[in-house]
C-alpha cells in the first residue's frame, strides 16, 4: 500500500534548482535507503513529506488520509529545560494524555453521584475500556521503562539520562532525538543521518530497532553496513532526478554498474544511427541545392521531422568527478608509537588504566570502543595536547604526526580555505586555488569562512589540509562522519596507497574493513588487541560470548 507519492515534483531553493520532475512513491512496508551526494538534495525530499517545503506549481506530494509523519532532521528541534528522559517521554503525547485521562477516569468511579448511578457508571467504564485499549495499544504499560531502555541502548546513560537537554553534547542530543522519535511509532519514519556520533552498540540497536519497525522506513545515511543491514530498497539523488533500486546497499552498487553499462551501450547504438540519419539528412540538402529537386529537399525535410521525434538517451555519467585526495606520507622510523602503562584520571572518572600499545610503520589500526570510553582521550596524549598522569608516550624520531579532528576543531573559523591552505605550506595564491579545486572547491568557496562551510566540506578541508601537512602517522578521529559515500571510498583508497602508518577512531564499519589490519578496543580503561580486520574482530567477539559492541 502507498504512503507516500511525489509526481511531477521541481523544487528550487532561492534560484537554485534542486531536482526536476521527480516521481517517487513509498510503501508502507519498505525500509528506503536515500543515498547522494551531499548537497543532491536528500534533506530536501524529506521536508516536502513533512511539508516545510513545498513543490513547484504542477507537482504534488500526496500522502494517504491520516498518515503520522515522523521527522528527525541532523540537528533535532528540543527542549533544552527538559531532561533527556522527559524529551523522550513527550516523543509519544498520547501516552501522557491517556494517562491523564484514565487518571480522571478513576475519580470518577470513586465519586459516588457516579458509581450509584447505573447508567453513569456504565458510560464512565466502558469510556475507560476504550482508553485502557487504546493505552495498550500504544504500549503505555511500562512506556517509561522502555524509553529509558530505548536510551541506553543507543548510548546514553543514565546519569545524562538525567541531565538537562542543554548540557549534552550534540551527538547526544540526537541520540535522545531517537528515542522520542521511535518511540512515537509514527506510520513512516523519516531519519536524517541518525546514525552519525553513535558507536558500535548504538549502531547495532538502531538496526534492530529499524529491522523491527511496523512502519515504512526512510533513512539518509552514508553508512554502507548500516544500508545493507536495515534497507530493502534504495532511492538515489543524483544531478536533480531520483533512481529506485530493489535490494540493500551492495546489490544497488552491482546493479547500477551493470545499468550504466547498458544505457552506454545504448547512447552508443543511438548516436551511431543519429549520425547515418543526419549524413542522409545532409546528403539529400546538397543534392537538392546542386539539382534544384524539390524531392530532394523535402525527402530531407521529412527524415528530420522523423529524427525530430527521436527519444533520446542522455549520455550516462560513467566517471564521476571526485575529490583527488592523495595521502603520499614517507618512511620514518620503523617504531612509529610507543606506550607504556599510560594512565589518565578525571576527577572520579579513570578513562585510561595501564594502557600498552606498540605501533610500527606501516600499521593500520581501527580504535573502537563506547562513546565516552576515553578514545579521544588517547589521541590528545598521543599528540601531546594532554599529559597522561603515569606512564610513557614515545614517538619515533622520525615520525610527523597529522591529525584529523571529528569536531573540526584545527580549522580556524574566521579564515578562508584560500588562508588555511598556504598557512599549512609554502605556496601561491594561485597554487593554492588549485590545490583546493582537486578537493571540490569553488573559487567562490576558497574565499568563504570556513565557519560558513558545511560539515562536508570542512572534512574535505581537513583531508587537503593533511596532504599539505606531508605527515608520515596520521591519527584520524571519526573522518567519514560528514563525507559522502564517494568521498570516503576516496578516502579508503588512499589510506590503501598511503606510505606511513594510520591510527583511526571510527565506528563506520565498512570503512574499518577496507583499511585497517588490526583492531584495538578501548573498554573499561584497558585495550585488547585483535589481528584482523573489523569482520574478524567482530566474529572473534561472537565466540567469546555477550558484548555491548557487536
Known amino acids: 500500500m502507498i504512503a507516500v507519492s511525489f509526481a511531477n515534483v521541481s523544487l528550487v531553493l532561492g534560484a537554485r534548482p534542486i531536482f526536476r520532475d521527480l516521481y517517487w512513491e513509498i510503501q508502507r512496508d519498505q525500509r528506503v535507503g536515500l543515498i547522494g551526494p551531499n548537497g543532491a538534495g536528500k534533506s530536501s525530499l524529506l521536508k516536502l513529506i513533512t511539508g516545510e517545503y513545498t513543490p513547484e506549481p504542477g507537482g504534488q506530494v500526496v500522502k494517504t488520509r491520516g498518515l503520522n509523519v515522523g521527522y ?8 533544552l529545560r527538559q531532561t533527556a528522559l522527559e524529551a523522550a517521554l513527550a516523543g509519544n503525547a498520547r501516552v501522557a494524555e491517556l494517562e491523564a485521562e484514565l487518571d480522571q477516569v478513576e475519580q470518577r468511579l ?6 450509584g448511578d447505573e447508567r453513569a457508571l456504565t458510560r464512565t467504564l466502558e469510556r475507560q475500556e476504550r482508553l485502557l485499549d487504546e493505552y495498550k495499544a500504544l504500549g503505555g504499560a511500562g512506556y517509561a521503562e522502555r524509553v529509558a531502555a530505548a536510551l541506553r541502548g543507543l548510548g546514553l546513560s543514565e546519569a545524562d539520562s538525567a541531565r538537562p537537554i542543554g548540557a549534552l553534547s550534540g551527538g547526544q542530543k540526537k541520540l535522545v532525538g531517537l528515542a522520542r522519535l521511535l518511540l512515537a511509532r509514527p506510520d513512516v519514519l523519516l531519519l536524517d543521518e541518525p546514525d552519525n556520533h553513535l558507536d558500535l552498540a ?28 536495515v534497507v530493502t530498497h534504495i532511492a538515489e539523488i543524483e544531478d536533480g532526478r531520483l533512481t529506485t533500486f530493489a535490494g540493500v546497499y551492495s546489490t544497488y552498487v552491482a546493479e547500477k554498474e551493470e545499468r550504466l553499462a547498458r544505457l552506454d551501450e545504448l547512447y552508443r547504438v543511438q548516436q551511431r544511427k543519429i549520425s547515418r540519419i543526419e549524413a542522409a539528412i545532409k546528403r539529400y540538402a546538397v543534392w537538392a541545392k546542386v ?37 603520499r606520507g614517507w618512511r620514518g622510523s620503523s617504531k612509529v ?16 588504566r595501564g594502557v600498552d600499545l606498540l605501533l610500527r610503520h606501516g600499521d593500520r ?20 595536547a594532554t599529559a597522561p598522569d603515569a606512564g610513557q608516550v614515545k614517538l619515533g624520531p622520525s615520525v610527523q604526526l597529522g591529525y584529523y579532528a571529528q569536531e573540526h576543531e584545527t580549522l580556524a573559523p574566521e579564515q578562508t580555505p584560500l588562508q588555511a591552505a598556504r598557512r599549512a605550506a609554502a605556496i601561491s595564491e594561485d597554487g593554492a586555488v588549485a590545490f583546493l579545486k582537486r578537493y571540490l572547491f569553488s573559487y567562490q568557496q576558497v574565499a568563504q569562512r570556513i565557519g560558513a562551510l558545511s560539515g562536508g566540506e570542512r572534512s574535505r578541508l581537513q583531508m587537503a589540509l593533511l596532504v599539505l601537512s606531508g605527515a608520515n602517522f596520521l591519527l584520524l578521529d571519526e573522518p567519514t562522519n560528514n563525507l559522502d559515500i564517494a568521498s ?15 591510527l583511526v577512531i571510527s565506528h563506520d564499519r565498512y570503512f574499518l574493513d577496507r583499511t585497517v589490519n588490526r583492531i584495538v578496543e578501548l573498554e573499561a580503561g584497558r585495550l585488547t588487541e585483535y589481528v584482523g580486520t573489523f569482520a574478524d574482530y567482530t566474529e572473534k567477539k561472537a565466540q567469546a560470548g555477550p558484548s555491548r559492541a557487536p
Open 110 to 115: 470513586g465519586d459516588r453521584a457516579v458509581y
Open 291 to 327: 539539382y534544384d529537386n524539390e524531392k530532394f529537399a523535402k525527402r530531407a525535410q521529412s527524415i528530420q521531422k522523423q529524427l525530430d521525434k527521436v527519444d533520446r538517451i542522455e549520455r550516462p555519467v560513467l566517471e564521476r568527478r571526485r575529490m583527488e585526495l592523495a595521502l
Open 202 to 229: 548504538g549502531k547495532a540497536f538502531l538496526e534492530q530497532l529499524i529491522n523491527t519497525y511496523s512502519g515504512a522506513v526512510v533513512i539518509i545515511s552514508h553508512d554502507r553496513y548500516l544500508l545493507d543491514a
Open 337 to 352: 608509537l610507543e606506550m607504556t602503562g599510560v594512565e589518565k584520571r578525571f576527577g572520579a572518572e579513570a578513562p585510561l
Open 365 to 384: 589500526v581501527g580504535l573502537i570502543g563506547a562513546n565516552g570510553a576515553g578514545k579521544s582521550v588517547l589521541l590528545r596524549i598521543i599528540r601531546g
Open 488 to 502: 570516503a571510498e576516496v578516502l579508503e583508497d588512499s589510506l590503501a596507497d598511503f606510505e606511513g602508518t594510520v
Open 72 to 79: 528527525l532532521a541532523q540537528e533535532p528541534d528540543l527542549d
